[in-house]
């Protein structure tokens, strides 16, 4: 039985909705056999050497972690660093297991100005890691997740609800709708669940969350580069948009480049691991040098 008919076996069982609720607030210290069997490491290594220096770059660590660079500061989305996902279950994490390692470990993240969690689900917002990186991070987040971060000791958090932003330094980052949902054990259906706008001086970058096929990213304007993702579509596609779907969310925004995410790290859904970044590529048609970053570990920078 995999992770996924669990999830769907569990959800219609409240009692066992509200155990998971409580394991899932763990923080992952004595998740020992985690470290075993450790997946292989990512095919690519980020180049780092000049990014204080770059105006527009990114690099994909896996998943939906992405470090960003833009107006001077460095943003970490939807940190997931650990071998698995899930609720704690004593020694060992309950649910799937990474394909392949990030590209980077916390040791070796660049300084972080910024934090932004796009929802509460386990694979966007994993607490172990959290716990790991420095809590004077300033943190942007989904409406109704605070309670999931703040224990944590992080002491500047900002929750945004869609059209809500919030200005860190020279930077404005406003929260978007998104075809998606926020509860994270099905019966807190409260939390919400965002893409992300991130603005500095005529520099545009659209993290997109998870999403479901949708129109609202018409009303953004152009952008220079759309991070959206591509995979976990079968059967869920109420919940995440295929990979054409999400080229054609990418040319709603008229987006100079976009960076592919959230695929090839975890098995979430039916779909061969490789079969999404293929997919989009065809898609992409003669417009392929418009995706970047196809492999775990690769970096992009813009020209100027």
């Not at 932003?165 to 949902?181: F, G, N, P």
């Not at 596609?237 to 480049?257: C, I, R, V």
């Amino acid at each position: 039985m995999s992770w996924r008919e669990i999830t769907d076996w569990v959800k219609r069982r409240q009692p066992l909705l509200h155990v998971a609720d409580f394991l899932g607030r763990g923080r992952g210290r004595t998740r020992w056999f985690d470290h075993l069997n450790a997946p292989p490491p990512a095919p690519l290594k980020p180049h780092l050497s000049n990014w204080d220096r770059q105006s527009l770059a990114a690099a994909w660590l896996g998943h939906a972690t992405v470090l960003l660079r833009v107006g001077g500061m460095t943003i970490l989305t939807d940190p997931v660093l650990n071998n698995r996902v899930g609720i704690g279950l004593g020694l060992v994490t309950g649910g799937p297991r990474r394909h392949v390692a990030p590209a980077l470990a916390i040791s070796e993240l660049p300084p972080i100005d910024l934090l932004m969690i796009s929802h509460a689900h386990y694979d966007h917002l994993d607490r172990p890691t959290l716990v790991r990186l420095d809590k004077n991070i300033p943190v942007v987040t989904a409406d109704g997740t605070l309670d999931l971060i703040r224990d944590l000791g992080f002491r500047n958090v900002t929750e945004l609800r869609w059209g809500e932003s919030t200005t860190l330094r020279d930077v404005k980052v406003t929260a978007q709708r998104v075809a998606h949902w926020g509860a994270r054990t099905f019966f807190d259906s409260h939390r919400g669940f965002n893409a992300y706008l991130i603005e500095s001086g005529k520099k545009r970058v659209l993290y997109g969350g998870d999403t479901a096929y949708q129109d609202y990213f018409k009303d953004v304007g152009r952008v220079d580069l759309a991070v959206l993702g591509i995979g976990g579509y079968d059967p869920y596609l109420a919940s995440h948009a295929t990979p054409e779907q999400a080229w054609a969310m990418a040319n709603h925004l008229n987006a100079d480049y976009m960076l592919p995410m959230h695929h090839s790290t975890f098995r979430l859904s039916h779909e061969p691991t490789a079969e999404p970044i293929e997919r989009l590529m065809i898609a992409a048609g003669k417009d392929t040098d418009r995706v970047v970053t196809t492999r775990v570990g690769g970096t992009w920078s813009a020209a100027g």
